[in-house]
């Protein structure tokens, strides 16, 4: 899964919070993605078109939240990063999450049961 850092960070937000509007997520993030508006509700779209986040129109105003699993998401993320950056081609270790902020113990667990999955996969094949 290739995704950008803009379309990473909304994801994120919105796995703390949601349902978010276009104006909350923008304002939300202006700290730490330095775009514009429309360069936020045009992420936003591109995110709906890849099935990311759900579109929903409430009051005249699109309201996002994540179509994602936090955990699964994070874990292809990290699998992918693993392959393609640092070149390592076996199991990543659940280990490397730990103290994460945005990750409860619960999901680090969930975490590692689909790292080992993907591990045993890779060695049946």
Do not use: C
Request: proline share 3%; glycine share 4%.
């Amino acid at each position: 899964m290739q995704l950008t850092n803009p379309e990473l960070e909304i994801l994120k937000l919105l796995w703390k919070e949601q349902p978010l509007t276009a104006k909350e997520i923008h304002t939300q993030l202006s700290g730490t993605v330095n775009w514009s508006y429309s360069s936020t509700r045009k992420t936003l779209e591109r995110m709906g078109e890849k099935k990311l986040v759900s579109i929903s129109l409430q009051e005249n105003k699109n309201i996002y939240a994540t179509k994602v699993s936090k955990v699964a998401t994070l874990a292809k993320f990290a699998q992918d990063f693993a392959k393609r950056v640092l070149e390592i081609d076996g199991p990543i270790p659940a280990a490397m999450f730990t103290g994460s902020q945005i990750l409860e113990k619960e999901e680090v667990e969930e975490l590692e049961q689909l790292l080992n999955n993907a591990k045993r996969k890779k060695q049946s094949q």
